[in-house]
């Protein structure tokens, strides 16, 4: 079945330094969705990622795919409290549904 | 309006209830899902409806059992649930089937049951 995997687990940073997670696959996979739930809250769609190598960027946050469409990231740049939460990547393996991947918990020091 | 509705909030039910969930979208979503989600865990899928049709089971157990009245509700009917059934209910809606989709999710429904 399809395997996915997140690191770190968990990164406590200071305010102000970067932080990236990074989405492994077992399969190749059809295209991948990032998502960020903030404590006591439900997932808000952040991006989805088609392209191999594809890279996109939202204001300080960017989101890469893998040659090999196996693998993807989200890298913040200069976190702020804001971006405290839950970051899942969701992947689809060319079906309806996303599996969702154990998610990298982001605590944010001011 | 762009936004996914869940009813109730919080629900505390026993053993031998039945109790239903409620979601609600108006964004013409042709895709509706439910999750379910324990503590520091990802969402796991239950159920997708495709034009309102149930299209996925994720060999969920029968006391779960998903209605989908129309292609802006979806519901979920809960009877003899075990207290491992405490956890967040989420549901989703996709814009279409057709191909992989942003997802809304509702807040949840936190359910109990003692």
């Known amino acids: 079945g399809q395997q996915v995997m997140q690191i770190p687990q968990y990164q406590h940073v200071q305010e102000g330094e970067d932080f990236t997670t990074y989405c492994n696959s077992s399969t190749t996979l059809s295209n991948i969705q990032w998502y960020k739930q903030r404590p006591g809250g439900h997932p808000v769609f952040l991006i989805q990622l088609v392209k191999s190598g594809e890279v996109k960027k939202q204001k300080r946050l960017t989101f890469q795919f893998g040659e090999a469409k196996k693998n993807s990231s989200l890298h913040i740049t200069a976190t702020q409290t804001t971006d405290v939460g839950t970051y899942f990547c969701?992947?689809?393996?060319?079906?309806?549904?996303?599996?969702f991947g154990p998610g990298t918990r982001l605590s944010v020091l001011p | 309006d762009t936004e996914v509705t869940q009813t109730p909030k919080h629900l505390v039910m026993g053993m031998t209830n039945k109790k239903s969930l409620k979601c609600e979208q108006h964004m013409g979503h042709r895709a509706m899902y439910w999750y379910k989600q324990k503590a520091k865990k990802p969402p796991e899928l239950m159920f997708v409806?495709?034009?309102?049709?149930?299209?996925i089971n994720e060999s969920v157990p029968s006391r779960f059992s998903p209605e989908c009245p129309n292609s802006s509700l979806l519901n979920l009917h809960l009877h003899a649930l075990q207290p491992e059934d405490s956890a967040l209910y989420l549901c989703?809606?996709?814009?279409?089937?057709?191909?992989?989709?942003?997802?809304?999710f509702g807040p949840g429904t936190r359910l109990t049951v003692l």
């Open positions: 989703a809606s996709s814009h279409s089937p057709d191909g992989p989709n942003e997802q809304f």
């Open positions: 969701a992947v689809n393996n060319y079906g309806q549904n996303f599996v």
């Open positions: 409806y495709s034009y309102e049709k149930l299209s």
